[in-house]
């Protein structure tokens, strides 16, 4: 399941920053050769950029590329970092629930009725990608405390002969 989801994640970032590539290079085109500025291009690059942010930030904290302080954890033995590993990881869970699933069901219910001013689009599919993100990250915290505790579950077997 991870492997599926990692690819489909690969698949859709690539897609959308190819996009996004291509949509800035018309931009500089249209607005410099054509002197003619397109009027929709500007707000698709901001809203696939929030979609890209979220979605390659769940993507890289899946990959374990995230920001980490080891200071700690490198102190501890074996054991003791996955037992910390298993407290971040839950409060990762928490947070991602309480404030990116909970708090975007909110935010889109809130813009429900709103929509962006060049493309006419929902502002909840924008908001959206929030939700995507902390579901990721939920996905990928879940497979990492499994991973610890067939880890942990592993080294003490030879203990308990």
Same mark, same amino acid.
């Given at each position: 399941?991870? &492997?599926?989801?990692?690819?489909?994640?690969?698949?859709? =970032?690539?897609?959308?920053?190819?996009?996004?590539?291509?949509?800035? =290079? /018309?931009?500089?085109? %249209?607005?410099?050769?054509? &002197?003619?500025?397109?009027?929709?291009?500007?707000?698709?690059?901001?809203?696939?950029?929030? /979609?890209?942010?979220?979605?390659?930030?769940?993507?890289?904290?899946?990959?374990?590329?995230?920001?980490?302080?080891?200071?700690?954890?490198? &102190?501890?033995?074996?054991?003791?970092?996955?037992?910390?590993?298993? =407290?971040?990881?839950?409060?990762?869970?928490?947070? =991602?629930?309480?404030?990116?699933?909970?708090?975007?069901?909110?935010?889109?219910?809130?813009?429900?009725?709103?929509?962006?001013?060049?493309?006419?689009?929902?502002?909840?599919?924008?908001?959206?990608?929030?939700?995507?993100?902390?579901?990721?990250?939920?996905?990928?915290?879940?497979?990492?405390?499994?991973?610890?505790?067939?880890?942990?579950?592993?080294?003490?077997?030879? %203990?308990?002969?």
């Amino acid at each position: 399941m991870r &492997k599926i989801i990692d690819k489909i994640i690969e698949i859709l =970032c690539t897609l959308i920053m190819g996009y996004m590539v291509i949509d800035v =290079c /018309w931009m500089v085109i %249209a607005r410099f050769v054509l &002197k003619n500025p397109s009027t929709t291009s500007e707000e698709v690059l901001r809203y696939l950029l929030v /979609w890209t942010t979220m979605v390659g930030g769940a993507y890289a904290y899946g990959r374990r590329k995230h920001l980490a302080i080891t200071m700690l954890t490198k &102190k501890l033995s074996p054991s003791g970092q996955k037992v910390l590993d298993i =407290c971040v990881q839950l409060v990762v869970i928490v947070f =991602c629930i309480i404030v990116m699933i909970m708090g975007d069901l909110r935010l889109v219910e809130t813009t429900f009725n709103q929509i962006s001013s060049a493309l006419h689009l929902p502002m909840p599919y924008v908001y959206a990608s929030i939700l995507v993100g902390g579901v990721l990250i939920v996905f990928y915290s879940i497979i990492f405390i499994l991973e610890d505790l067939k880890a942990l579950k592993g080294a003490e077997a030879p %203990a308990a002969k």
